[in-house]
């Protein structure tokens, strides 16, 4: 595998679901980001680790939560999402959070009914 | 609040037909401004990183360029491979990426 990867690329949820998407990164950064992406809006920041460490929050509802193992690995963690959170979620990464251009992967298509 | 406004928001253009793409920025503190590729589903793909006006910068047929306030991505003689949607962010003193709504560029035959 190479550059960034997410799984799963496609994810079908109900408000009341649990559900968790995976972001992995092959390139040796030590920052990662997850993004929102909605149509005819900018991408959105979510949240930024940088070294493991959660650097950015932003302003992000409480149903959604991340978590960093290790500087490879990112997981945002879903629960009691609403339909208006269907989306786009991209996962990127950098050399370090302010460092030049963000890696992404391919995303997740979530869809809450 | 840094802020980047992209135009047109669509543009489709036949094959061969040269045009240019806008993107109009503010940021305190320019670290640096970028250019995006991104096809229906997929993740944004990188393609230039811009950081100071006067800058140029080409890849096969695109070339971006840099001002003070704007930046021009380039599409010369461009082929239906070239179609989707071109993204412009920049970075400022807060770090963060604050991306504009993109370009969607359709190209014919």
């Known amino acids: 595998e190479t550059g960034v990867t997410q799984t799963p690329r496609h994810l079908v949820m109900g408000m009341t679901n649990k559900k968790s998407l995976k972001c992995e990164q092959h390139?040796?950064?030590?920052?990662m980001y997850w993004y929102k992406q909605s149509a005819k809006k900018p991408l959105e920041l979510m949240f930024v680790?940088?070294?493991?460490?959660?650097?950015e929050n932003n302003s992000v509802p409480s149903r959604f939560s991340p978590e960093c193992p290790n500087s490879s690995h990112l997981f945002l963690h879903l629960h009691t999402l609403q339909p208006e959170d269907s989306a786009l979620y991209l996962c990127?990464?950098?050399?370090?959070?302010?460092?030049?251009?963000?890696?992404f992967g391919p995303g997740t298509r979530l869809t809450v009914l | 609040e840094d802020q980047v406004t992209q135009s047109p928001e669509a543009l489709r253009l036949q094959e061969g037909e040269s045009s240019s793409l806008n993107c109009s920025y503010t940021?305190?503190?320019?670290?640096?401004l970028f250019w995006y590729r991104q096809d229906p589903g997929k993740g944004p793909e990188f393609l230039f990183t811009?950081?100071?006006a006067g800058e140029e910068k080409e890849k096969e047929r695109l070339k971006a360029t840099l001002t003070k306030k704007e930046s021009f991505l380039h599409i010369t003689a461009p082929k239906p491979e070239d179609s989707a949607t071109y993204l412009c962010?920049?970075?400022?003193?807060?770090?963060?990426?604050?991306f504009g709504t993109g370009t969607r560029l359709q190209v014919t035959l």
């Open positions: 990127a990464s950098s050399t370090s959070y302010g460092a030049d251009e963000q890696f």
């Open positions: 940021v305190s503190g320019l670290r640096g």
């Open positions: 680790y940088n070294f493991k460490e959660q650097t």
């Open positions: 811009l950081y100071s």
């Open positions: 390139l040796g950064h030590n920052a």
């Open positions: 962010a920049v970075s400022g003193t807060a770090s963060k990426l604050t």
